[in-house]
């Protein structure tokens, strides 16, 4: 048990990425990189590293960019001002004023466009945000956990993410195995979701 969620395995491949998980969750770096396929837990990972953080009494925010219509993304991140857009009626904190001294996770965020991205990376660089139709900047203090099922070393070669913010987000990088990276811990997975069916009623045979 780790904090109050279970992480299953024992195999050299979940316990290095575990051993990472603490070094980061209790640092003070503030940007984090996930990694791995669908499906891995990253989403349940990132959730993690603020509960064993400094910042776990703060918001834990969390954006799925994959998620997002493109044309609400930047509205949705950096919030907006009043009359900025059709329909705009009032003033809206975005996803990084929610954060403020808290996490805030970005799931998929390789689905980010291209045109955002530099706003992204001021955003994170400068931990300070300007929201769409304002002139101000607003000063944020937020770690970034970002998770990626695509290879983002590999979208920066072929000029689909920009190369500064990969290195921006990948300052601490973790990746997730999948369980096939890792077969020593299927009878343990197998009893661990064996024992939470049993625990919700379900039969054991």
């Known amino acids: 048990?780790?904090?109050?969620?279970?992480?299953?395995?024992?195999?050299?491949?979940?316990?290095?990425?575990?051993?990472?998980?603490?070094?980061?969750?209790?640092?003070?770096?503030?940007?984090?990189?996930?990694q791995g396929e669908s499906g891995t837990g990253k989403s349940h990972i990132a959730r993690l590293i603020h509960r064993l953080s400094q910042r776990a009494s703060k918001p834990l925010?969390?954006?799925?960019?994959?998620?997002?219509?493109?044309?609400?993304?930047?509205?949705?991140?950096?919030?907006?001002?009043?009359g900025a857009f059709t329909g705009a009626t009032h003033d809206r904190k975005g996803r990084f004023q929610l954060a403020n001294g808290g996490t805030l996770f970005l799931d998929e965020i390789g689905e980010i466009p291209l045109h955002l991205q530099p706003k992204l990376l001021r955003a994170i660089q400068d931990q300070q945000v300007e929201p769409v139709g304002s002139d101000k900047s607003v000063k944020v203090d937020a770690r970034i956990i970002s998770a990626s099922n695509r290879n983002l070393r590999e979208m920066v070669n072929a000029g689909e993410f920009r190369a500064d913010l990969y290195y921006r987000l990948a300052v601490i990088p973790l990746y997730i195995p999948p369980v096939r990276e890792r077969p020593g811990d299927i009878p343990l997975l197998l009893k661990h979701f064996c024992y939470n069916l049993e625990s919700r009623g379900y039969p054991s045979d």
Request: contains cysteine.
């Open 1 to 34: 048990r780790v904090g109050d969620a279970e992480i299953v395995g024992s195999s050299p491949a979940i316990t290095a990425a575990l051993r990472v998980l603490h070094k980061v969750a209790t640092s003070e770096a503030t940007t984090v990189l996930l």
């Open 61 to 82: 925010i969390e954006v799925n960019c994959a998620a997002i219509p493109e044309t609400l993304l930047e509205s949705e991140l950096f919030g907006h001002v009043k």
